[in-house]
Every structure is written in C-alpha cells, then in structure tokens.
C-alpha cells in the first residue's frame, strides 16, 4: 500500500460512514492524514487524529497546501478494525411504525462514488461540459429579413437594453439558468434530430402531450455485493419492463445519474426527485425494502410522463446490458445539446391557443400548486402524529385496560364458586381483547398510513419542481409584452416580434401540457391512494369490533 508522506486535507461536508465497511465518520472543519490515494472509484483512506483509520469520499475534502496551518502533528497510527470503528448515528434509522418522522433529510447525493465500478460500467466518472451558450441575439429585421446584431448596455434599472428589447441582467433567474430566454429570443444553436420530436394535440381541456406507448417497471432481487476484495458493499437491483420481460442491474448511483441527466435535459418539465441516498442503516432489511418500494414507484412516475418516457436516456437505463453499449450511451446522453430550454426545439407547433388564457391558467396554477404544498404538509404532519400515537399511545392505553381486566379475572378466580367460573372467565377474554387490540394498533399504520404516506411524500417532491416552471412561462409572457411594446413604438420589427411570440406559443402550449398531465396523474393516484387508506380503516375497525364481540359473547352465558 503507498502511503502518502503527511498529506493534509480539510473535511468540507458532513459524512456518516458505514462502519461496518471501513468508512470513516467525518465532520465538516475536521482535518484528516491522508495513508492511501490509491484505494479507487472515488475514496480515500485517511486517520483521523484520534488515530481511527478509515475510508472517506476525495470529494468531501480540501487538500491543505504545504506550510499552511493545520492540525497539530499526528499522533501515533493506531489501525482500527472496521467493526471498532466509529459507529455512524442511527438519528434516521427507518421505523415503519413511526412512519416517516425521522426520515432523513440528506440533500448531498453519493458523489463520492464514480461511475466506473473497477471496470464494470466505464472509465470515466467526469462529464464533459456543455457547449456554451451564445450571448449574441440577432433578429430579423424588416421586409428583406436581414439579420441586424445588437449591442447590449447596462440600464440604470438593472436590465439590459438593446436598441428594439430588454434582456434581463439577472443572469441567476430561472428563465436565464434553463435557457427559457435564449430560446424565446432565438438565440438557441442547437437542432432537433430524427425521432426527438414531441408533439402537442388540442384536447377538451387544452393542450396535451401525444401519448407513448405505456409499460409499467418492477424493482425487484435487492441484493448485497461488494468490490475492492470487500471493501466496499453495494445493493444492487433488478428492473423489469412490462412490455419486454428483459432484466437489467442497477445501483442507486446509476439511478442517481439518470435523475440529474433527465433534470438537466428537462429543466421545463417536472422530474420526480429522486428518493434519498441514506447512509447509516442502509442495509437493514426494513431501510433496503422500502428504498426498493421508492425506486419502484419513482421509475414508474417517470415512465408515465409522456415525453420522459420515450426520451434516449431514459430506454437507455431501461434497457441497456452490454457494457461496451452502455459507455457510449451513458456519453451521448452527457454530450446532448437538448438540455433546458433547448427541449422547446423539439416540440411541434401544435394547436394555437389563447396566449391570454394560457397566461391566466398557468397563473392561477402557481397559486394552485402553493395551496396544494401547504395543505399536503399538513396531512403529512398529522399521519406522522397519528402513526406515532398509534405505536404509542394508543397500543399501550389498550394494554394497560386489557391488563386491568385480566388482573381482576385473576383476582375472581381465587373464589371458586361453581356460579362464578363464567363471569371470570369473561373477564379474562375481555383482558385478552384488548391486547389484542392494541397489538391491532401497533400494526396498522403499515396497512393504511405509511402507505398514504408515500404518496404525500411523492407529490411534495413533485410540488417542488413547478415554481420554477410557472416563473419560465411568466417571464416569457412578460418579454413577449415588451416586444410588443417595441413593435408599438416602431421600435422592433413585426416579423421579429411574431417570431418570438410563436416560440412563446410552443413555451405556454408545453406548460398547458404538464398542467393537463399533472392533473390527470393527480386525480389517478390521490383516488387510488384514498380508496386503499379507506379500506384498510374499514378492515381495521371491522377486526377490532370482531374482537369486542368475541368477547362480548362470553357475557352471555354468565
């Protein structure tokens, strides 16, 4: 093993390591000595002051240059098993009866792990970066439609004017960021390819995306593995597709990868986020199957989306085993020009719409999507009160009435009148019912709760991803209503003015889309999700009044 002579690094994020893998538990501020650069795919072995020796992600630490002030000088190595290690906090360790109260809120993904599994998917974990964006506009102006440059300076209001438009200074606002505004001013490069176009069609309720073939997508076999000779350990899946049968092998990474590529791709459309990586706990039989339940549900959100699902990268994931297949796939979707706004290119003109309306639509959405978000935490807060007092509260007061009922079915049994044997006997069942009832209670929540729960939890992560979209779609309104402005002025051209409306058309029309999706998927899983919560409350109190009868019938003979 080469050692590394007095190597010094600063910690820049929180880690809990797995201790049972031989990862270190580190702090931000904490200062490690590096041993080992060479352990691979990300990690390096370090000892912490206290002499611990572990492993720990290269990408959660600062080299600290030579000379700089540091930590005091190491102490003597004192090499710990990995089972002596430190263990990592259980604070978020997975409790299906206390639901999700203490889920974790971990926003850091798992970069620390590069794609290449020791050769296993490719060589390479860095991603190329995309081709910049060019900051040049140019318009057609006037009849012979010839393109004239224009020169932007700096306002005393904080926008930058042209000689014919406005272009907002604000370079962090979401309408810059995904390219909504170089797409509404044309200033977009890239070219749609065959078989990348989205079409748009007018239904009864507005524009609508054209349906793609439906499949649906099982997760299935969670199974440990291990690489660096054991080292490292993994949980790997197997994802089915309905319509071909055909099985391929995913890690959580590898979902990690498709979520932030079809976040990057479709910036103005709404990507699930992607069920969070977890590190203590996470090879507990409970924590693994209920990741395997998340992925599974997140694939299938995914798929149903009609534009997502047929996307290169996601039929890729899906569908992908030869490696040699996958490295040049896995590059091309790194390499693709149609990322953000650039996806509007390959939407079709589809339909005209009413731009008014669609501006009042989208609008009044925003407004619905807040309302939705506070009212969908609040049921969150409650179900999560309600499964702790079901796990608490309600099972022990059960148990404590059913302990009352069998002590003094004890106490009647030490008179043995042969008249009294029955009412005693009465009272013990009675005492026994109420166990049972509370062992009822105890269980419930995993039938009708938790599982209301992960559809809350689902739909508050989607909730998220629609301000930025609502505000894309308002600024283009608002720019479009300054280029008009201009064309009254005589101050921009009517040919580039109907340009950049048109463009506004697809950007309202594919809003109006995701809308109409977003409800329809809304009315389909809230009703399933509530009809499955009412019928398990049903059965539940259905088997509680079973047990009280039960024990009601013994009264009758006394």
């Known amino acids: 093993m080469a050692e590394s002579a007095e190597i010094q690094v600063r910690v820049l994020y929180d880690f809990e390591g797995d201790s049972g ?65 430190a263990t990592a906090p259980q604070d978020y360790a997975y409790d299906q009866n206390q639901g999700y109260a203490q889920e974790e809120e971990d926003g850091y993904r798992d970069r620390a792990e590069s794609w290449d599994e020791g050769g296993e998917w490719d060589e390479s974990g860095t991603q190329e970066p995309a081709p910049a964006t060019s900051t040049t506009s140019s318009y057609l102006d006037g009849a012979d439609g010839a393109a004239h440059s224009r020169e932007f300076k700096q306002s005393e ?27 509404l001013l044309g200033e977009t490069k890239a070219r749609a390819a065959g078989g990348e176009e989205v ?39 197997t994802i089915s597709m309905s319509t071909t049968g055909e099985l391929v092998e995913r890690r959580y990474k590898h979902f990690d990868w498709l979520h932030d590529r079809l976040v990057e791709k479709f910036t103005v459309l709404a990507v699930p986020p992607l069920p969070d990586k977890q590190y203590a706990g996470r090879y507990g039989e409970d924590f693994i199957e209920k990741r395997r339940e998340r992925l599974e549900m997140w694939l299938n959100r995914v798929a149903r989306h009609p534009v997502i699902s047929r996307s290169m990268v996601f039929q890729h994931f899906l569908t992908c085993k030869d490696e040699k297949a996958w490295k040049v796939g896995k590059r091309r979707a790194e390499k693709d020009d149609l ?64 302990l009352v009922f069998t002590k003094l079915s004890e106490t009647f049994a030490m008179e043995e009148k042969p008249y009294a044997g029955a009412i005693t006997e009465a009272f013990g069942q009675t ?26 939890r689902e739909y508050l992560g989607m909730l998220s991803t629609y301000p930025d979209m609502v505000e894309v779609q308002k600024e283009s309104s608002l720019k479009i209503q300054q280029c008009r402005k201009l064309q009254e002025e005589e101050k921009m051209a ?34 399933a999700a509530m009809q499955h919560f009412m019928k398990e409350q049903i059965a539940f109190h259905e088997r509680v009044i079973d047990n009280l009868r039960e024990a009601l019938g013994k009264y009758d003979g006394c």
């Open 199 to 237: 079409a748009l069609f007018q239904s009864p309720e507005g524009p609508r995306w054209t349906q793609a073939q439906s499949f649906e997508l099982t997760v299935t076999e969670p199974t440990k593995k291990s690489k660096l000779k054991g080292m490292k350990s993994f949980i790997a899946y």
């Open 339 to 402: 990322v953000g706004s650039e996806f509007f290119i390959t939407v079709t003109r589809g339909p005209d719409i009413d731009a008014t309306a669609g501006d009042q639509e989208v609008d009044h959405f925003g407004r619905f999507v807040k309302s939705m978000d506070d009212n969908m935490v609040r049921l969150k807060t409650r179900c999560q009160e309600h499964c702790e007092q079901h796990s608490g509260v309600f099972t022990r007061e059960y148990q404590k009435l059913g």
């Open 21 to 85: 893998g031989g990862e270190l538990t580190i702090t931000e501020g904490d200062v490690l000595f590096v041993t080992n650069q060479d352990v691979g795919d990300g990690w390096w072995e370090g000892r912490m002051p206290s002499g611990q020796i572990g492993l720990f992600p290269e990408t959660y630490v600062e080299v600290i240059p030579e000379g700089a002030a540091a930590a005091p000088s190491a102490p003597p190595v004192q090499v710990a098993e990995p089972a002596a290690a």
């Open 494 to 527: 009517d040919s580039a003015v109907q340009q950049i409306a048109d463009r506004g058309t697809v950007l309202t029309a594919s809003m109006q889309a995701e809308i109409n999706h977003f409800h329809s998927e809304r009315v389909i899983d809230l009703k």
């Open 157 to 183: 209001s904080g926008i930058q004017r042209s000689g014919t438009i406005r272009k907002n200074i604000n370079r962090f606002s979401t309408f810059v960021k995904s390219g909504g505004e170089a797409f």
């Open 431 to 456: 005492g026994r019912t109420y166990e049972s009832v509370a062992k009822l209670y105890e269980e419930q929540p995993k039938n009708d709760l938790l599982p209301l729960l992960d559809v809350i």
